[in-house]
């Protein structure tokens, strides 16, 4: 038997501030993108604060703990700046990511194994102050079992390499992330995922019903220039909560 959950958006607000940045100045406000999304239904806010700062700025998160009701999701390098700025402000969440200044956006997912010994002491010091602590990983077994051995409760799967993939491997890329998603229920994880998900993309992954929640952003956003915010969220809830309850054999509402 299928255990019902329910499936929560995380909008990612990050290219908002982009386009601000862009030509300087304060608009478009991603606070204020971030108020539309509540709006709309989102139950999270997800932003990327980066070393360089492309987009998301100190100032954007102060803002976003202290005017946004929604839970706030900060993204993460596992440095020492980030965490001091983790504990500062106290999100809801944070979820550690792989960063590299050359990388247009997020390439892969965290390698655990590999910085398990820089990771440990970050994931203590966010988790001993209240902060929910997830790792960005890609959908393979080692990484999992090792996130679990760190005492992360929240892992977030990659699903960059299934939404670019075409053809028999997208469907090879689907079932990377079945079984990662699957696995990670066994080890008693929380599931989330999310990268490149759009309108085409998301049904099949909303439609695993041992994932929570899926974190969504440059789409959104891109679609919010030609029907805006509210109505591309709305879409994208509609099509998330469509594909779960076909996976339980429901009715949507």
């Known amino acids: 038997m299928i255990t019902k959950r329910p499936l929560r958006l995380g909008v990612n607000i990050d290219h908002v501030a982009t386009i601000r940045n862009a030509r ?4 478009p406000d991603p606070v204020r993108a971030a108020r539309l999304a509540a709006q709309a239904g989102a139950d999270g806010i997800t932003a990327h604060l980066r070393e360089d700062r492309r987009h998301i700025g100190d100032e954007d998160i102060a803002r976003l703990v202290h005017e946004i009701d929604l839970p706030l999701n900060l993204e993460m390098a596992a440095t020492p700046e980030m965490l001091g700025i983790a504990l500062r402000h106290k999100p809801h969440a944070a979820c550690v990511v792989p960063e590299k200044r050359t990388e247009v956006t997020t390439e892969g997912g965290l390698d655990v194994v590999a910085g398990a010994a820089q990771l440990e002491p970050v994931i203590a010091a966010l988790a001993g102050a ?3 602590v997830s790792l960005f ?11 679990k051995r760190l005492g992360a409760p929240v892992v977030e799967l990659h699903t960059g390499a299934y939404c670019e993939a ?12 079945v079984t990662a998603a699957a696995h990670a229920e066994a080890l008693g994880l929380e599931c989330h995922a999310g990268h490149g998900l759009g309108f085409e993309t998301v ?4 439609a695993i019903p041992t994932i929570v929640e899926l974190n969504i952003g440059h789409f959104l956003v891109g679609e919010a220039i030609f029907g805006g915010l ?3 969220i709305k879409r994208m809830r509609a099509l998330m909560q469509e594909a779960r309850a076909a996976a339980l054999g429901e009715k949507s509402a």
Request: neutral net charge.
């Open 137 to 147: 990983i890609d959908p393979e077994k080692r990484q999992l079992d090792m996130a």
């Open 130 to 132: 209240g902060i929910r």
């Open 24 to 27: 300087g100045g304060r608009h």
């Open 203 to 206: 049904a099949p992954v909303a």
């Open 230 to 232: 509210d109505s591309a």
């Open 166 to 177: 075409e053809g028999t491997r997208r469907g090879f890329e689907l079932e990377r992330i």
